[in-house]
């Protein structure tokens, strides 16, 4: 049984990238709120998923320009444009302080349960606490769990995968080496860098010939390479689940045991056939899968691939110049589902899309917004994470303080809180 209530002006859902900005952007404004995190740190995959770097750029500005400049993030600029190398580690104390100093209460180990409900308006929810069961209820709640939880809990319509088999993007868990030679250890941003090895093969041909020969992983035809900022160290991209619904406990449990034995396989390959990795060794990996897609929750908009493509201005813009490849991880194979990543121009993220058709008093904030599977693609990384999350939790502050229904907010009342216009 749920013990007690306590009630909050802005509860967030998740405490990711996008929630961890929601939750500092609402407080900011005033708003009494609440985290809500499973897990037992924040950042989730900055953190407790070891992705590195991280990903994405939005205008200056916002807050994104905040957490890497106070994660003393490393830059490298490749086709994948910034690369902000961050220590997971360092990040697991700083970015709990710069929640907690907003005044935030979080409530870490602390998984949603269920939404609490009145008619079409989202009042709450339900979550799992150390000594139960416990109803959070506030006047607007901001769902960053990255799969959409409270909104499908709540009713939401929402769609998952590719048009056509709804296959979704694999999952993956990441994770970091050291014991690299700096002075020959290459290393690969994607399938496309033009790195080669001595004697001028191309590492990335290189690699796919070593998967179809069985020396890699099914699947597994690229093992991208990033420095952390550290020297002698790598973090890893490559390890690749296909085909798992980590919506469902058996999904997460596959995911994970699948992904667990290709470690070491990638680290062996590794050592014996790239320069410079001879002596490598695995310094941590991910607690929890890199899941890259799974629902993307039906807005009032939904982005579509042509905003991406064409640099899309809106009216209702809460984060601007969002940009990163329509990148699209193969769903049924190894390497790219469209040859390679594609290209997109500097596009506007509108407050619509934030909001779930058909409910009140929630927004969406992260990679479940609404979008199309290949604007998803773009948007669904770190960096414009960051910037969804401050619109949402800037959005939920204004309208639970004014009592106003977030679809009722003014837009531009947003965008004055975000700083753009006056």
Sequence with gaps: MTQFTQHYDVLVAGGGPAGICA????????????????????????????????????????????????????CATTRNGREMGVDAERAKGLLLRFVRDAGVDIFLQTPVVEVVKEGSAVKGLVVGTQEGLRTLTAGALVDATGDGFAAARAGAAYEMGRAGDGRCQPAT??????????????????????????????YADFCREASARGELPENVTIVRIHRTGRPGERSVNATQANGCNTL?????????????????????????????????????????LGVRETRRITGDY??????????????????????????????????????????????????RSLLPAGL????????????????????RVGGICLATGQAAGA???????????????DPRRVQRALGFIK
């Design 23 to 74: 939750a500092v952007a609402a407080a900011r404004q005033g708003a009494r709120t609440a985290l809500a995190e499973r897990y037992g740190i924040l950042g989730g995959m900055f953190t407790s998923g070891y992705v590195n770097p991280i990903l994405g750029a939005v205008a200056p500005g916002t807050m994104y320009d905040e957490v890497i400049a106070l994660l003393g993030a490393s």
């Design 173 to 202: 868990l990441e994770f970091t080496l050291y014991g690299v030679d700096e002075e020959t250890g290459i290393t690969c941003w994607g399938g496309s860098d033009p790195v080669t090895l001595p004697g001028g093969e191309r």
């Design 248 to 288: 469902t406990p058996e999904g997460v449990l596959e995911a994970e045991y699948i992904l667990r034995g290709q470690i070491d396989r990638i680290i062996d390959f590794l050592r014996r056939r790239v320069p410079g990795y001879a002596g490598c060794q695995l310094k941590g990996s991910g607690s929890t």
């Design 302 to 351: 939904i982005i579509t691939d042509r905003d991406v493509e064409t640099g899309a201005r809106q009216e209702d813009a809460v984060v601007r110049e969002a940009w990163f490849l329509i990148d699209i991880h193969n769903p049924a194979g190894g390497g790219q589902a469209e040859g390679r990543s594609q290209p997109a121009v500097p596009y506007d993220i509108p407050y």
């Design 360 to 379: 009140e008093g929630i927004l969406t904030a992260g990679r479940c917004i609404s979008g199309t599977h290949r604007a998803h693609a773009s948007y």
């Design 395 to 409: 959005a939920a502050a204004l309208a639970a303080l004014s009592g106003t229904a977030p679809r009722s907010l």
